[in-house]
T-cell receptor, first 113, second 117 residues
Framework: SQKIEQNSEALNIQEGKTATLTCNYT??????LQWYRQDPGRGPVFLLL?????KEKRKERLKVTFDTTLKQSLFHITASQPADSATYLC????????????FGTGTQLKVEL | NAGVMQNPRHLVRRRGQEARLRCSPM?????VYWYRQLPEEGLKFMVY????????ESGMPKERFSAEFPKEGPSILRIQQVVRGDSAAYFC???????????????FGPGTRLTVL
């Protein structure tokens, strides 16, 4: 069966450290993988998109890697700040799938002072 | 430029009533998606619409749920004869999907939280 797995346990890190979140998937062949941020009571906010033929993408303090052999994406936040505390969702988009996104359940990140 | 708007933000219905959820996409966006988020679960795709057309409704329950995106006005997700299991957050997203593009960023609204008593 198809699965998208993200760490269900919350990730607590200290301010200034790098946070690394994992997204693993099985029985999918995604054309694109996206990362979103969701704060309590709000809708997801798009952060980064990476294509199947890309290994890495960066945007300011964010970095995403995509390994289609391992079927895994890693999401890094460097120099983390308390304002980065949120739930982070990975989402897959299948080629020819009509742009619909399939989401993981998300990992809650808490950055402490 | 206003973002995606959804109303109401909170909706309480009794079992058997109808729920109507509205979504106004961002200006210039003609593609709308509806997702449902149950407690402790990820967002699940429900339906993808363009103006006056349903493109993909593979995630919609077969009964009681319907969606439309008329030529004028917001997109509507309608749930008839609601049951307790329909309690969830319903999110709408929109995208411009420029002609020829294979994908596009989806911008999400704040969601409607439906509670069925």
């Amino acid at each position: 069966s198809q699965k998208i797995e993200q760490n269900s346990e919350a990730l607590n890190i200290q301010e200034g450290k790098t946070a690394t979140l994992t997204c693993n998937y099985t029985n999918y062949s995604p054309a694109y993988l996206q990362w979103y941020r969701q704060d309590p009571g709000r809708g997801p906010v798009f952060l980064l998109l990476i294509r199947e033929n890309e290994k890495e993408k960066r945007k300011e303090r964010l970095k995403v890697t995509f390994d289609t052999t391992l079927k895994q994406s890693l999401f890094h936040i460097t120099a983390s700040q308390p304002a980065d505390s949120a739930t982070y969702l990975c989402a897959l988009e299948i080629a020819g799938g009509g742009n619909k996104l399939t989401f993981g359940t998300g990992t809650q990140l808490k950055v402490e002072l | 430029n206003a973002g995606v708007m959804q109303n109401p933000r909170h909706l309480v219905r009794r079992r058997g009533q109808e729920a109507r959820l509205r979504c106004s996409p961002m200006k210039g966006h003609s593609h709308v998606y509806w997702y449902r988020q149950l407690p402790e679960e990820g967002l699940k795709f429900m339906v993808y619409l363009q103006k006056e057309n349903i493109i993909d409704e593979s995630g919609m329950p077969k009964e009681r749920f319907s969606a439309e995106f008329p030529k004028e006005g917001p997109s509507i997700l309608r749930i008839q004869q609601v049951v307790r299991g329909d309690s969830a957050a319903y999110f709408c997203a929109s995208s411009p999907l420029t002609s020829g593009a294979s994908t596009d960023t989806q911008y999400f609204g704040p969601g409607t939280r439906l509670t069925v008593l």
